[in-house]
């Protein structure tokens, strides 16, 4: 089946500093989608990227289809950003049948 | 507010035991996902009901069984609870036309003591 891989697994931050996440996936997908867990553990829809760029306020992702890799970028870092990110991709031919990655754990530090 | 609810948020429960996890999908939303979250599994996909038949199943342990009612709300059945059963129960919902996002209920998490 496909694999999704996220790195780095873990990343600590200063408050205002800027961050890139990196999903990769093992075969071609339709939809991916990137999420943040905060440390209550609610999952927060961050973006829909099958490809192309989208920006969110500091947040922006970048998704290479062709190239099998997704990018999550974070600007000016905040500590309420904290909590893990997430990338996940369909399998089984449905949009919300997803496989998702281990994610990458982020502190940042006031 | 994703839109999609589940109850209860907390459950504390014994070896043994049975309980149902219920879950309301987002207004209109006919698909219904069952995720969770294990620290040692990470998020894993249980299983989907389209329209309240079953669509796909994952890595679903065969203690636990799921449905969903006419009225689009769905239940997770676990069973013969173990310890290892304890986690994050996360219901997810999506849309009838392809390349629909899914979004995420706030969790259940389950211990069992």
């Known amino acids: 089946g496909i694999q999704v891989e996220q790195s780095p697994p873990d990343l600590i931050l200063q408050e205002g500093a800027n961050s890139t996440l990196r999903c990769n996936f093992s075969?071609?997908?339709?939809?991916l989608q990137w999420f943040h867990q905060n440390p209550w553990g609610q999952l927060i829809n961050l973006f829909y990227?099958?490809?192309g760029t989208k920006q969110n306020g500091r947040l922006s992702a970048t998704t290479v289809a062709t190239e099998r890799y997704s990018l999550l970028y974070i600007s000016s870092s905040q500590t309420t950003d904290s909590g893990v990110y997430f990338c996940?991709?369909?399998?089984?031919?449905?949009?919300?049948?997803?496989?998702f990655g281990k994610g990458t754990k982020l502190s940042v530090k006031p | 507010d994703s839109g999609v609810t589940q109850t209860p948020k907390h459950l504390i429960t014994a070896t043994g035991q049975r309980v149902t996890l219920r879950c309301s999908p987002r207004?209109?939303?006919?698909?219904v996902y069952w995720y969770q979250q294990s620290l040692d599994q990470g998020l894993q996909f249980l299983i989907q009901?389209?329209?309240?038949?079953?669509?796909a199943k994952g890595n679903i342990l065969e203690r636990f069984s799921a449905q969903q009612f006419p009225d689009l709300h769905s239940e997770l059945n676990l069973s013969s609870l173990e310890l290892g059963d304890s986690a994050l129960y996360f219901c997810?919902?999506?849309?009838?036309?392809?390349?629909?996002?899914?979004?995420f209920g706030q969790g259940t998490r389950l211990t069992v003591v």
């Open positions: 207004s209109g939303d006919l698909s």
């Open positions: 075969d071609s997908v339709n939809n």
């Open positions: 997810a919902s999506s849309g009838q036309s392809s390349g629909t996002e899914a979004f």
């Open positions: 990227i099958p490809s």
């Open positions: 009901y389209y329209n309240g038949e079953e669509r």
């Open positions: 996940a991709v369909p399998y089984g031919g449905s949009q919300g049948n997803l496989i």
